[in-house]
């Protein structure tokens, strides 16, 4: 069974940083991503990163975040600098199929994923 387990969350100050991580199991994953979501909004993406290692960010994180994966340890990771009070919410891991056909693909919209984590609380505070 693949599950996806994500750690790292909790509070910071605006101008922190955060860093999150999300283990794999259960089989290999094609593409891996981060959204968010926060109290009342819709999930948002946040980053992506394909099998080739390909990124993809939201134009809100551009410069602030990274997100990087180790395949030894089928885990994706983001690194969130100078965190503001806008990226408070719940992180969610998220992964694809692996397709060999889609090994450069950073997919950003939330129904090209197949498993999701259940998610680690960032709560940034100004």
């Known amino acids: 069974q693949m599950q996806l387990v994500e750690s790292g969350g909790g509070s910071v100050q605006a101008g922190g940083s955060l860093s999150l991580s999300c283990a794999g199991s259960g089989g290999a994953f094609g593409a891996m991503a981060w959204f968010r979501q926060a109290p009342g909004k819709e999930r948002e993406f946040v980053a992506s990163?394909?099998?080739?290692?390909?990124?993809r960010y939201a134009d809100s994180v551009k410069g602030r975040f990274a997100i990087s994966r180790d395949y030894t340890k089928n885990s994706v990771y983001l690194v969130m600098n100078s965190l503001q009070s806008q990226d408070t919410g719940v992180y969610y891991c998220?992964?694809?199929?692996?397709?060999?056909?889609?090994?450069?693909?950073?997919?950003?919209?939330?129904?090209?994923?197949?498993?999701w984590g259940r998610g680690t609380q960032v709560t940034v505070s100004s």
């Open positions: 998220a992964a694809a199929h692996f397709s060999a056909a889609g090994v450069a693909q950073t997919p950003f919209r939330a129904d090209e994923y197949d498993y």
């Open positions: 990163i394909s099998r080739a290692t390909l990124t």
